[in-house]
């Protein structure tokens, strides 16, 4: 049961652009999933640029705020109690953001679960992780796919003393592995249940 609940809670990592390619599908006229590839979407990790920032001043509390990480541009709607959670978000900063797809008026938008300030360096990090057109990797051998698997997982388990390990962490101690390698196998273990993000951007092994 607890490997089902981790695969319907996962956050994809992407870049807004690839959001925005996406099909968004719809029961009726309510958001259900964004269709991307063969992956059906309904929350979202991702890291850019706040550049900008509304807040309301009448008795329906929001913010709506447009976030930028260089592939594309799109809203983040903030609804009542929440606004109070994300006052400190302003413009300029680099966040993380974790949150629901969904759609207003045929504009995809995304309501935000948590968003935290990030250094501007993990924007790159991200870029690498995800930007599989332009930055391939380098073919591996079926005999090395084992053996990269077992770094990666290696890495997370040795890390359960201290809660975890941050995604990020990884990337940087693993530098002989791509970027893109490591996110697509940590995606990998996720959806089978292997391993589950006890907070966004940190890993735990599950077994």
Do not use: H, W
């Amino acid at each position: 049961m607890a490997d089902e609940q981790f695969k319907r809670n996962i956050a994809f990592k992407l870049r807004i652009g690839d959001i925005l390619m996406g099909k968004p599908v719809l029961d009726e006229e309510r958001f259900s999933f964004l269709e991307l590839g063969d992956k059906k979407i309904v929350r979202v990790n991702i890291i850019g640029n706040i550049i900008e920032k509304f807040d309301s001043e009448g008795e329906k509390r929001f913010s709506v705020l447009t976030l930028d990480d260089g592939s594309g541009q799109i809203k983040l709607r903030v609804f009542a109690d929440d606004v109070e959670k994300f006052k400190n978000i302003t413009q300029g900063q680099t966040v993380l953001v974790i949150g629901l797809l969904r759609s207003f008026n045929n504009e995809l938008y995304i309501n935000p679960e948590i968003m935290k300030e990030q250094d501007v360096k993990y924007l790159l990090i991200r870029k690498l992780e995800t930007n599989k057109n332009k930055i391939q990797a380098e073919p591996i051998a079926k005999d090395q796919i084992i053996a990269v698997k077992d770094k990666i997982l290696g890495a997370i388990k040795s890390a359960e003393d201290e809660g975890g390990i941050e995604t990020e962490k990884i990337i940087l101690n693993l530098k002989e592995i791509s970027p893109v390698i490591i996110n697509q196998e940590i995606q990998k273990f996720l959806e089978e249940g292997i391993i589950f993000e006890p907070r966004p951007g940190k890993v735990r092994y599950l077994g």
